[in-house]
């Protein structure tokens, strides 16, 4: 729990997919407590998806629950994901 991905070019390739096969099939992602790890993941998705990174945390927790991304190194993780370094 609290975690970030360890393997972030894996982590990458996964979204990558995820976006892709989302245009034509049901895409799920889950953790232990579905807020922190899988918050992460739909924010960084959203960047992917053209959400800016510094509005992804945001849009994440409007939509899907309001304590996603629960730690501050998961939402820096978001913003350099969406600056290309995380």
């Known amino acids: 729990d609290f975690r970030l ?11 990558r997919e995820a976006l892709s096969r ?30 800016p990174a510094r509005e992804a945390v945001a849009y994440v927790r409007a939509g899907y629950h309001p304590r996603a991304v629960e730690t501050p190194w998961q939402r820096r993780f978001v913003r350099r994901y969406g600056a290309g370094t995380a």
Do not use: K, N, Q, W
């Open 5 to 15: 991905p360890s393997d972030r070019p894996a982590f990458a390739a996964v979204l």
């Open 22 to 51: 989302a245009a034509g099939e049901r895409v799920e992602f889950a953790c232990g407590g579905g807020i922190g790890r899988t918050g992460t993941a739909l924010a960084c998705l959203a960047v992917l998806d053209g959400v």
